[in-house]
């Protein structure tokens, strides 16, 4: 087998997309998350018409910073007076997810995308957000909403959960630094209902995948691409998830875990710090053979055409011999 020198792939230096800056003062506000998407600090449903789902509450003063950004998406820190949360966006995520420095996490829904009934998916507990009842010891919720329903994972059991009103929201636990990971869905489908996805869900939250890097390598006939996480598990791209290994392109695929229906895919995760897979690459090796013989001058290529992919703005200028 012959292998060739095996080089840097998307990590945080060389791939940011648009996570990142494409100038100082120039950026994207949206990251499309497995199923919402960010926009300037809030989050919203998939579609056409997009629903303002939920986003953090906070006082009238505090501080926002972007602390990391790489390809995977972003990492922001919201700070108070004694308090913070740390938010991290990643596409690596199959939602956002919530680090609270003290003890108390509060989120805020809006009218229509309100949050209704939480069921503990361990203990079968079944409170209605509207009323004056507490729900406490769960880590794993299935929210109802009249919009869209979601899951919430905690890191650590609940202490306390209460409402200020009906869309007001104040998850308290008993040690700082609880993560919370917040999980919009497309369908009922799925919530889990065996213990063995629930922990896998559990095992997510407790450690996130956030940082991921890919390296490659030319191996034969192949390319062979391995990603590193931070984490004990690690998402598979929903694209490689639905191509399988088919027609020979893709093989040597990570064996993943569906958990999640996203908007480009199933969000699927390995039990590893790290996937691969090898993709077929005989077709560098093509050449360009003619078919028949030709003669004469060719038209010199227009400029606004010497690109394959580019198309010229002045509708006046047409490719060679097009009429």
């Not at 690596?92 to 420095?101: A, K, N, R, T, V």
């Not at 609940?158 to 009906?166: S, V």
């Not at 691969?276 to 001058?297: C, D």
Request: aromatic share 10%.
């Amino acid at each position: 087998m012959q292998v060739m020198n095996t080089f840097a792939g998307c990590n945080a230096s060389n791939a940011a997309g648009c996570a990142a800056r494409y100038r100082e003062w120039a950026s994207d506000d949206i990251i499309s998350l497995a199923t919402c998407f960010w926009r300037q600090h809030a989050f919203f449903s998939l579609g056409e018409q997009p629903i303002h789902l939920f986003d953090l509450e906070l006082p009238n003063e505090f501080s926002v910073a972007c602390t990391q950004r790489d390809w995977c998406g972003r990492s922001y820190r919201y700070a108070w007076e004694n308090d913070a949360v740390n938010v991290e966006i990643r596409t690596s995520l199959p939602g956002p997810l919530f680090q609270i420095d003290n003890t108390h996490l509060r989120l805020k829904t809006f009218t229509g995308s309100e949050w209704r009934d939480f069921k503990d998916l361990q203990s079968g507990q079944v409170i209605d957000s509207h009323g004056a009842e507490s729900i406490e010891g769960g880590r794993i919720y299935f929210v109802s909403s009249d919009k869209v329903p979601a899951l919430v994972i905690c890191s650590q059991p609940l202490k306390r959960f209460g409402n200020i009103t009906h869309r007001h929201y104040d998850f308290e636990f008993a040690e700082a630094g609880a993560k919370v990971l917040v999980v919009p869905l497309l369908t009922e489908d799925d919530v889990p209902s065996d213990e063995e996805t629930i922990q896998q869900w559990l095992r997510i939250v407790e450690s996130p995948s956030i940082h991921i890097e890919e390296s490659f390598s030319l191996e034969d006939d192949a390319i062979k691409v391995t990603g590193k996480g931070n984490a004990n598990t690690i998402f598979l791209s929903p694209m490689l998830s639905l191509l399988g290994e088919k027609d020979n392109l893709v093989s040597d695929l990570s064996v993943a875990t569906p958990l999640v229906t996203s908007w480009c895919g199933p969000y699927s995760v390995i039990d590893a710090s790290e996937y691969s897979f090898a993709i077929n690459a005989k077709w560098l090796f093509a050449k360009a053979a003619t078919g028949s013989s030709v003669s004469g001058a060719f038209t010199e290529i227009p400029e606004e055409m010497s690109c394959i992919t580019a198309m010229s703005r002045n509708r006046n200028v047409r490719p060679a011999g097009s009429s």
